[in-house]
């Protein structure tokens, strides 16, 4: 598979009192999944998709720098050079005062099609040019042409990335309702940055997730 997006990271915490009374930051606020990242990424069904992941339908609003417009902008800069690493499109928190779940969005681009076998804890599902789903993650590859990378004859190969954003542990709850909702997620910001950048074909996307193996 190109590059290292199937080895996992270990993740962020928040800021607390001393005292480990949780701190409302300053115009601290609570909203739906479909509102998160800007708004218009995430579909009604993802946000339930979200709901199974995390447990919650309520979320830490993003921060107004995190929404896919800015990591288009950002993708269209950095082509033709694959990134080091992954981007963030926007990272889910639930809210201060309810179990820690940190979720990370991320983009990356990336020097061709994926090749090779994935790891063993991943699903192929059919979207884009690949499309693999775990029980803590997934991630849709797909390819996208338009006049906003350079010219329209120009490929750029795109990952986006929905990440439980934790030390690894065992995955709690239905492993397949997991795959499905990471999934479900992923192709829900997947198409939303292949809209805004302009792709031929949604980047090949289809318009509803694909759940079922490949």
Request: hydrophobic content about 40%; charged content about 20%.
């Amino acid at each position: 598979m190109a590059g290292s997006l199937f080895f996992g990271a270990t993740g962020c915490g928040g800021d607390g009192e001393a005292d480990g009374t949780p701190k409302t930051p300053k115009d601290y606020k609570v909203v739906g999944g479909t509102q998160l990242c800007g708004g218009g990424v995430v579909t009604a069904d993802a946000s339930k998709a979200l709901k199974v992941i995390t447990g919650t339908s309520r979320f830490e609003a993003s921060a107004e720098e995190y929404t896919v417009e800015q990591a288009a902008a950002d993708l269209v800069e950095a082509f033709p050079v694959p990134t080091v690493g992954r981007k963030d499109v926007c990272r889910v928190y639930t809210p201060i005062g309810t179990p820690d779940f940190d979720l990370r969005i991320t983009w990356s681009l990336e020097d061709g099609a994926p090749t090779g076998v994935p790891a063993p804890e991943f699903t192929k599902v059919k979207m884009g040019e690949r499309s693999v789903t775990a029980a803590d993650k997934a991630y849709v590859f797909f390819a996208c042409r338009s006049e906003k990378l350079l010219n329209a004859s120009s490929v750029a190969h795109i990952v986006i990335g929905v990440q439980h954003w934790a030390v690894p542990t065992e995955p709690e709850g239905d492993v397949g309702a997991l795959k499905d909702a990471y999934a479900t997620v992923a192709h829900s910001v997947s198409l939303a940055m292949a809209k805004e950048l302009g792709c031929e074909d949604d980047g090949g996307l289809p318009a509803q997730p694909v759940l079922d193996p490949a």
